[in-house]
């Protein structure tokens, strides 16, 4: 959980949505802290109920039971005028752009302007730096249909931009996006959040997006929250089978070799991103055997795991073990099946 003054407090909230074929519960006693200037990630699966999340934090869907307090505001008990007014400080950006296509690049992002009443000029004075700000200052005369995926979605963050939000919401914002344009709109995002202090909250189904940009996240899994905390921590130690599953899918069961010793290392971001087993064979001039590698460099630092099979000379073994922890890496030996 983040250690920030927090902005966003989500109190035992549940939806549940009345369907024809009977009652159908998409949240289920969710509780989330979120700090202020934080990038915090919301991931789940397809069908885990981030995106009814995300849409129950700004009230569009009305939560069955619990609260959304936003910047110290319960937003439970705030009529629908009242309501509006503070959806002004949470802006939205989403998968499919959702620009006005009748309306320029200028126009789409001028519109949340004149919803709120801002004097003409200094509406548009407003957008046009906020279109510089994204990176479209050129573009101000272009139509929604001229643009492409990565532009749309520039227009949408200088539209969400418009009315000063305090949080901003991301619901699977990068999804219809190459891996290419996916990054610059992180890099994005970043920037307005280190030159602003806005909150980002990222709704994603994508472990890249969280390991890019997030400082921590909450795992969605069946309506629940699974686990929450530092993406760094739970990388690299997931705590549950959700968590498990996002940060490294795939992973095989690793059996014993004969009467070998196997060990899991675990990089957690303390080490620096450099060839430790290739330099721990070197010292010792003893083979290991890789059985499994899921390692990542973030920022010059190793996060992932590794299931290495140790030599069968117990005391290399244990100089091994010893010569791994001496180097910042959690090393813990391991018996039966690695899952």
């Known amino acids: 959980?983040?250690?920030?003054?927090?902005?966003?407090?989500?109190?035992?909230?549940?939806?549940?949505?009345?369907?024809?074929?009977?009652?159908?519960?998409?949240?289920?006693?969710?509780?989330?802290?979120?700090?202020?200037?934080?990038?915090f990630g919301?991931?789940?699966?397809?069908?885990?109920?981030?995106?009814?999340?995300?849409?129950?934090?700004?009230?569009?869907?009305?939560?069955?039971?619990?609260?959304?307090?936003?910047?110290?505001?319960d937003?439970?008990?705030?009529?629908?005028?009242?309501?509006?007014?503070?959806?002004?400080?949470?802006?939205?950006?989403f998968q499919q752009f959702n620009l006005l296509m009748q309306r320029t690049v200028l126009g789409n992002v001028l519109f949340p302007l004149e919803v709120s009443g801002m004097e003409k000029n200094a509406?548009?004075?407003?957008?046009i730096a906020l279109l510089e700000r994204v990176g479209l200052s050129d573009k101000l005369k272009a139509y929604p249909a001229q643009l492409s995926g990565g532009q749309k979605q520039r227009v949408a963050i200088a539209r969400a931009l418009a009315n000063?939000?305090?949080?901003?919401?991301?619901?699977?914002?990068?999804?219809?996006?190459?891996?290419?344009?996916?990054?610059?709109?992180?890099?994005l995002l970043r920037d307005i959040n280190k030159t602003t202090g806005i909150t980002v909250v990222i709704i994603t189904h994508e472990m890249a997006v969280v390991e890019e940009i997030c400082s921590h996240v909450a795992i969605i899994d069946q309506s629940r929250v699974a686990e929450v905390g530092r993406v760094e921590d739970i990388f690299s130690n997931p705590q549950s089978e959700a968590g498990r599953r996002l940060f490294f899918p795939g992973t095989p069961?690793?059996?014993?070799?004969?009467?070998?010793?196997?060990?899991?290392?675990?990089?957690?971001g303390t080490?620096?991103?450099?060839?430790?087993?290739?330099?721990?064979?070197l010292e010792f001039r003893?083979?290991?055997?890789?059985m499994f590698a899921d390692t990542r460099d973030m920022d010059g630092k190793a996060y992932g795991q590794m299931v290495i099979q140790l030599p069968g000379d117990d005391t290399i073994a244990d100089r091994m073990m010893s010569y791994l922890r001496a180097r910042n890496v959690t090393v813990q030996e391991v018996t039966g099946r690695v899952e």
């Open 271 to 281: 080490s620096s991103f450099e060839p430790v087993i290739a330099n721990m064979v």
């Open 42 to 73: 919301i991931i789940g699966m397809s069908g885990a109920g981030k995106s009814t999340l995300v849409r129950c934090i700004n009230y569009l869907e009305r939560p069955t039971e619990g609260r959304v307090i936003v910047d110290g505001e």
């Open 123 to 127: 509406a548009k004075k407003k957008a």
């Open 253 to 268: 069961a690793v059996p014993f070799g004969s009467g070998m010793r196997q060990c899991r290392i675990v990089f957690d």
């Open 75 to 93: 937003l439970s008990r705030l009529d629908d005028t009242s309501l509006r007014k503070a959806r002004q400080s949470i802006g939205m950006i």
């Open 286 to 290: 003893t083979p290991v055997n890789i």
């Open 1 to 39: 959980m983040s250690s920030l003054e927090p902005v966003i407090r989500i109190d035992s909230l549940s939806k549940v949505f009345h369907m024809a074929s009977g009652p159908v519960k998409a949240l289920d006693n969710i509780n989330l802290t979120i700090g202020r200037g934080d990038i």
């Open 164 to 187: 000063d939000p305090k949080v901003l919401l991301c619901d699977e914002a990068t999804s219809a996006l190459d891996p290419t344009t996916t990054r610059s709109i992180l890099s």
